[in-house]
């Protein structure tokens, strides 16, 4: 393997929110190498069972390398029962990356739902102190499911929260939200990440508003590195991988 | 110590080889020196045209395995010799081809394409619709036979028939293969297999159905190999959640002549290489010289 297969010793994971944990860990190799929007194929488990290694994006890459999840399910599970000193073996970094706002651009906008904030940390941290006026679009079900945002507050990022049940900013969905998103297709780009339903409705507010923008897509995955051709997903030029030819794609190619 | 195989006229410098489908992309992941190092790799099944396989979801993981409906989305024959034989050439590393047509004239065809030095072996994918029935080819044995020996009657380089599962006896398949010409056979492909979502009362792949693979496989396949190896001559290929040394050798001394690596490779990308390491370090444990020795030699009183 050209080293992308790696051990990754857990410095710490820490609850950070009712359902979220962040994962730090020491991984040189991948560290040096990760941009924002790419991600890690991590095994949870020694043995068969899950089977499936779980794919998370690389939320952080300063000191440590480091990962947020959700709890969703038996994976999920497993690995928040992971302590310090443990060891993880993990393929990455994988997939393509975000790309950088064209030339011209003033107003970012990035739209997350739910953990979907995941890789934001890490290009709001690219971002910063490059002139942009940075905006977060963050939608979750409720506020104690809120990600603490200190480091995309720091790096100048001006954040807008949505709730489902209104327990912290607006009531509703992050699309509610979309009104803040300047309107000028020379000026305005655009990153999302979140589940398939956010996705769609950036998509149908993005497109007649002509705007240009990136983003990253989910699909379950085996391999994590374009062989399997499990995790494809519909484009306009067909089938495209999500590990390899994404995660990241551009908003016109869906 | 000699490790080597022979298909057909054929000689693998070693028995471990890959699953088609399950291996690839070799230029960006993989070490050009391990690449080298595996008896041949078996690239997915290629059609004549390219094919945009099946809508997603096409995967879902299952206990030790998973369930698969991929659709066989291929480039097509053509721009597969274009663009992928030239990589595997300049690795040094023997491929086998494995193709897919919805006839016999359609399996002539793509090994006419495919006739030529560079190309180590031919693999026919018989799991595909037989035209006009509502079984595959591999699961009907006169089908089986005609196929392989339309293709055998002009084809300069072996030529494997890779079976399915799901039949009654597939030492039966295996039989019509042999005697239609085959050089080996290669076993076994998925079984057919099925995921409900209980919440949303659909199945979980786009495609309703799919194949199951992996290690939940491994004791059945692992049976098939051994009944069809008493019954056929020619070398058998197994395959069927082979994830370590230890599974390899099981099919080998239930009588397969190669082994090839598949789901597994999915879970750790090194499989076929640890696999081939530890056939070798057997070996010398055991001290025993030849593969051959290792082939067919379980003990039956
Ligand atoms: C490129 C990419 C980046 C991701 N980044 C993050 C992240 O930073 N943080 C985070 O919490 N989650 C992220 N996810 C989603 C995460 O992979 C799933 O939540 C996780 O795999 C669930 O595993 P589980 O065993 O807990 O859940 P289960 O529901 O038990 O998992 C069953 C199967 O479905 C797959 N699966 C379930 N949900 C998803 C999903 N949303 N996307 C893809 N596969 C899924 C699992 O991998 C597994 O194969 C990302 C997914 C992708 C594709
Ligand atoms: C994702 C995936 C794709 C596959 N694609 C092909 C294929 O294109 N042609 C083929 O003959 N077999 C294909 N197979 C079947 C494997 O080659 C193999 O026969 C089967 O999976 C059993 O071996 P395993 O359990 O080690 O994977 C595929 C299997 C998987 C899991
Ligand atoms: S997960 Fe295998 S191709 Fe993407």
Same mark, same amino acid.
């Given at each position: 393997?050209?080293?992308?297969?790696?051990?990754?010793?857990?410095?710490?994971?820490?609850?950070?929110?009712?359902?979220?944990?962040?994962?730090?860990?020491?991984?040189?190799?991948?560290?040096?190498?990760?941009?924002?929007?790419?991600?890690?194929?991590?095994?949870?488990?020694?043995?068969?069972?899950?089977?499936?290694?779980?794919?998370?994006?690389?939320?952080?890459?300063? *000191?440590?390398?480091?990962?947020?999840?959700?709890?969703?399910?038996?994976?999920?599970?497993?690995?928040?029962?992971?302590?310090?000193?443990?060891?993880?073996?993990?393929?990455?970094?994988?997939?393509?990356?975000?790309?950088?706002?064209?030339?011209?651009?003033?107003?970012?906008?990035?739209?997350?739902?739910?953990?979907?904030?995941?890789?934001?940390?890490?290009?709001?941290?690219?971002?910063?102190?490059?002139?942009?006026?940075?905006?977060?679009?963050?939608?979750?079900?409720?506020?104690?499911?809120?990600?603490?945002?200190?480091?995309?507050?720091?790096?100048?990022?001006?954040?807008?929260?949505?709730?489902?049940?209104?327990?912290?900013?607006?009531?509703?969905?992050?699309? *509610?939200?979309?009104?803040?998103?300047?309107?000028?297709?020379?000026?305005?780009?655009?990153?999302?990440?979140?589940?398939?339903?956010?996705?769609?409705?950036?998509?149908?507010?993005?497109?007649?508003?002509?705007?240009?923008?990136?983003?990253?897509?989910?699909?379950?995955?085996?391999?994590?590195?374009?062989?399997?051709?499990?995790?494809?997903?519909?484009?306009?030029?067909?089938?495209?991988?999500?590990?390899?030819?994404?995660?990241?794609?551009?908003?016109?190619?869906? | 110590?000699?490790?080597?195989?022979?298909?057909?006229?054929v000689r693998f410098e070693n028995p471990v080889t890959v699953a088609s489908g399950t291996f690839g992309y070799l230029e960006k992941y993989h070490d050009?020196?391990?690449?080298?190092? &595996?008896?041949?790799?078996?690239?997915?099944?290629?059609?004549?045209?390219?094919?945009?396989?099946?809508?997603?979801?096409?995967?879902?993981?299952t206990p030790a395995g998973m369930v698969n409906a991929i659709g066989i989305q291929n480039l097509g024959v053509d721009a597969f010799i274009e663009q992928?034989?030239?990589?595997?050439?300049?690795?040094?590393?023997?491929?086998?081809?494995?193709?897919?047509?919805?006839?016999?004239?359609?399996? #002539?065809?793509?090994?006419?394409?495919?006739?030529?030095?560079?190309?180590?072996?031919?693999?026919?994918?018989?799991?595909?619709?037989?035209?006009?029935?509502?079984?595959?080819?591999?699961?009907?044995?006169?089908?089986?036979?005609?196929?392989?020996?339309?293709?055998?009657?002009?084809?300069?380089?072996?030529?494997?028939?890779? &079976?399915?599962?799901?039949?009654?006896?597939?030492?039966?398949?295996?039989?019509?293969?042999?005697?239609?010409?085959?050089?080996?056979?290669?076993? #076994?492909?998925?079984?057919?297999?099925?995921?409900?979502?209980?919440?949303?009362?659909?199945?979980?792949?786009?495609?309703?159905?799919?194949? &199951?693979?992996?290690?939940?496989?491994?004791?059945?396949?692992?049976?098939?190999?051994?009944?069809?190896?008493?019954?056929?001559?020619?070398?058998? #290929?197994?395959?069927?959640?082979?994830?370590?040394?230890?599974?390899? &050798?099981?099919?080998?001394?239930?009588?397969a002549t190669m082994v090839a690596v598949g789901t597994a490779s999915f879970l750790n990308p090194q499989a076929p290489y640890e696999v081939l390491e530890?056939?070798?370090?057997?070996?010398?444990?055991?001290?025993?010289?030849?593969?051959?020795?290792?082939?067919?030699?379980?003990?039956?009183?």
């Amino acid at each position: 393997m050209k080293k992308i297969q790696l051990k990754a010793r857990i410095i710490a994971n820490k609850k950070v929110s009712s359902s979220h944990y962040r994962l730090i860990l020491e991984q040189k190799d991948i560290l040096r190498k990760a941009r924002p929007g790419q991600f890690v194929h991590v095994r949870v488990n020694e043995g068969l069972d899950p089977y499936f290694r779980r794919p998370f994006s690389i939320s952080r890459a300063q *000191e440590h390398l480091e990962l947020l999840y959700a709890v969703v399910g038996r994976g999920t599970e497993i690995l928040s029962r992971k302590k310090a000193g443990d060891e993880l073996d993990l393929l990455g970094p994988l997939g393509n990356h975000f790309c950088m706002p064209p030339k011209g651009t003033r107003n970012v906008v990035m739209i997350a739902g739910a953990i979907g904030i995941a890789p934001f940390f890490m290009l709001s941290d690219y971002l910063r102190d490059k002139n942009y006026e940075l905006t977060l679009l963050y939608g979750a079900k409720t506020k104690t499911q809120i990600l603490p945002m200190r480091s995309l507050k720091d790096n100048g990022c001006r954040v807008y929260i949505a709730t489902d049940d209104g327990t912290q900013g607006i009531k509703g969905r992050v699309s *509610e939200l979309y009104a803040k998103i300047p309107i000028d297709t020379q000026k305005t780009f655009i990153y999302a990440c979140g589940p398939k339903p956010m996705i769609d409705s950036v998509l149908a507010f993005a497109h007649p508003n002509h705007l240009k923008g990136q983003v990253s897509a989910e699909e379950i995955m085996a391999c994590g590195i374009g062989v399997c051709l499990g995790c494809a997903t519909k484009t306009k030029t067909g089938y495209k991988t999500v590990c390899k030819d994404g995660p990241v794609f551009d908003l016109n190619e869906f | 110590m000699d490790l080597s195989v022979k298909i057909g006229k054929v000689r693998f410098e070693n028995p471990v080889t890959v699953a088609s489908g399950t291996f690839g992309y070799l230029e960006k992941y993989h070490d050009a020196k391990m690449i080298k190092k &595996l008896g041949a790799i078996t690239p997915k099944t290629i059609t004549l045209k390219a094919q945009e396989g099946n809508p997603a979801p096409r995967i879902v993981e299952t206990p030790a395995g998973m369930v698969n409906a991929i659709g066989i989305q291929n480039l097509g024959v053509d721009a597969f010799i274009e663009q992928q034989l030239p990589v595997y050439a300049k690795l040094k590393v023997p491929v086998i081809v494995s193709v897919s047509g919805k006839s016999a004239e359609e399996f #002539i065809l793509l090994a006419s394409k495919l006739n030529h030095a560079g190309v180590a072996a031919i693999e026919l994918n018989l799991s595909c619709p037989n035209l006009g029935k509502k079984t595959l080819i591999a699961q009907d044995a006169k089908a089986t036979e005609a196929v392989v020996k339309a293709v055998k009657k002009m084809a300069r380089v072996p030529i494997i028939a890779k &079976l399915t599962p799901n039949v009654t006896d597939i030492s039966l398949m295996a039989k019509a293969a042999e005697n239609a010409g085959a050089d080996a056979v290669s076993m #076994i492909n998925t079984f057919s297999a099925m995921v409900i979502d209980v919440n949303t009362l659909r199945p979980k792949l786009g495609n309703f159905t799919g194949g &199951l693979s992996g290690p939940a496989i491994t004791p059945v396949a692992l049976h098939m190999v051994y009944q069809t190896a008493q019954r056929v001559k020619i070398p058998v #290929i197994a395959m069927g959640g082979i994830s370590n040394a230890d599974d390899a &050798l099981q099919f080998l001394i239930a009588g397969a002549t190669m082994v090839a690596v598949g789901t597994a490779s999915f879970l750790n990308p090194q499989a076929p290489y640890e696999v081939l390491e530890g056939i070798q370090r057997y070996m010398k444990e055991k001290e025993i010289k030849d593969i051959q020795a290792v082939i067919d030699s379980l003990i039956k009183e």
